[in-house]
């Protein structure tokens, strides 16, 4: 790997205006809220949160389907929005959630897996085929499903001939959004370690977003935690699962089940519910929750976590400057 990122947001943001009702004014939702960080070439950087952070809608603004409201994203040092739209494509590529959604259901798995290459006239006829037929292979998927449509298969095979359509330009970034959640746990193992296999043997560059806790620390270098649209916490995989800094990342460590006989449902302790994303709490927004929350939580905002440098953006870590403060 190198220190040069190949893909870096630089105090992103992206609001909404949300419709509160006919009587009521529309409000702003700051879904990505000032993210910076660096995604250097040939590594997984993962980043996880609860429902509503804000990670299914900053992996649109690192594909370019969604704009930036403020800030930019940068691909090889270029900001993607002086990149066309098709040269973009052929080096990031998603992989989602639901492959029977991103699978288009009247076409046969060789006409999906080979649809990118047509669209950007990549070879000829003969060559998209055989191109298509050996990812298809490698990600194994035999040479009679070709002809098979999407409804005739299970939905880890489904996810394997997304994988086969996110490869088959041969990009440098892939951008998967949730791509096992929506598996049984037996075929999530299969898809990791096949998405592991892959990134070694085609050198490739990994964002994986995902709520599950397990399947990151499996298959991240890094990990990058969200909280109402802000990177509260960033680290190397091994410091965010055995020494965590910032509290919301402790909280979602503690809310993973365990198969420990008498364990039980974790209690977290958190405070006040869920918070509205359309009126966040004023300082850390964070603070209601947090169990160690003192003074300056409710009034100063944290600094945020910068690019690739380790830290969390908490005043238990980063005490915030007062003039006249006692020592």
Same mark, same amino acid.
């Given at each position: 790997m190198t220190e040069h990122p190949i893909l870096e947001t630089v105090n992103l943001h992206r609001r909404f205006r949300v419709t509160q009702g006919p009587f009521k004014p529309s409000a702003t939702l700051n879904a990505v809220n000032g993210v910076n960080l660096r995604v250097r070439r040939g590594e997984t950087l993962g980043i996880v949160g609860e429902s509503g952070c804000g990670k299914s809608t900053l992996a649109q603004m690192l594909l370019g389907l969604l704009p930036a409201t403020e800030g930019d994203v940068l691909f090889d040092g270029q900001p993607v929005r002086n990149i066309s739209r098709a040269a973009f494509a052929r080096r990031v590529q998603p992989i989602f959630q639901d492959p029977f959604s991103s699978l288009n259901p009247r076409k046969t798995l060789l006409d999906i897996v080979t649809m990118p290459l047509r669209v950007h006239k990549l070879g000829t006829a003969a060559e998209q085929e055989r191109r298509a037929r050996q990812l298809m292979d490698r990600v194994g998927l035999p040479a009679r499903f070709a002809d098979r449509y999407p409804k005739?298969?299970?939905?880890?095979?489904?996810?394997?001939?997304?994988?086969? *359509?996110? =490869? &088959? $330009?041969?990009? @440098?970034?892939?951008?998967? @959004?949730?791509?096992?959640?929506?598996?049984?746990?037996?075929?999530? %193992?299969?898809?990791?370690?096949?998405? $592991?296999? =892959? /990134?070694?043997?085609?050198? !490739?560059?990994? &964002?994986?977003? %995902?709520?599950?806790?397990?399947?990151?620390?499996?298959?991240?270098?890094?990990?990058?935690? $969200?909280? #109402?649209?802000?990177?509260?916490?960033?680290?190397?995989?091994?410091?965010?699962?055995?020494?965590?800094?910032?509290?919301?990342?402790?909280?979602?460590? @503690?809310?993973?089940?365990?198969?420990?006989?008498?364990?039980?449902?974790?209690? #977290?302790? #958190?405070?006040?519910?869920?918070?509205?994303?359309? *009126?966040?709490?004023?300082?850390?927004?964070?603070?209601? *929750?947090?169990? /160690?929350?003192?003074?300056?939580?409710?009034?100063?905002?944290?600094?945020?976590?910068?690019? @690739?440098?380790?830290?969390?953006?908490?005043? !238990?870590?980063?005490?915030? $400057?007062?003039?006249?403060?006692?020592?």
């Open positions: 005739e298969l299970s939905g880890g095979q489904r996810q394997r001939v997304a994988i086969a *359509r996110a =490869l &088959v $330009m041969q990009p @440098d970034v892939v951008i998967c @959004d949730e791509p096992t959640s929506a598996l049984d746990a037996s075929v999530q %193992s299969q898809i990791l370690n096949l998405l $592991m296999e =892959l /990134k070694a043997d085609f050198n !490739l560059t990994y &964002v994986f977003i %995902s709520h599950n806790l397990s399947v990151v620390e499996h298959i991240a270098d890094r990990v990058a935690v $969200m909280y #109402l649209g802000r990177v509260v916490e960033a680290a190397g995989v091994d410091q965010i699962f055995d020494a965590p800094q910032h509290p919301y990342t402790r909280a979602l460590l @503690d809310s993973v089940l365990t198969v420990a006989p008498d364990a039980g449902v974790p209690e #977290l302790a #958190l405070g006040s519910g869920f918070p509205n994303p359309l *009126r966040p709490a004023p300082g850390c927004s964070f603070h209601p *929750r947090c169990p /160690k929350a003192f003074g300056p939580c409710s009034t100063v905002v944290p600094q945020p976590v910068l690019a @690739d440098h380790p830290g969390a953006a908490c005043h !238990l870590i980063n005490p915030p $400057m007062t003039t006249g403060a006692a020592a």
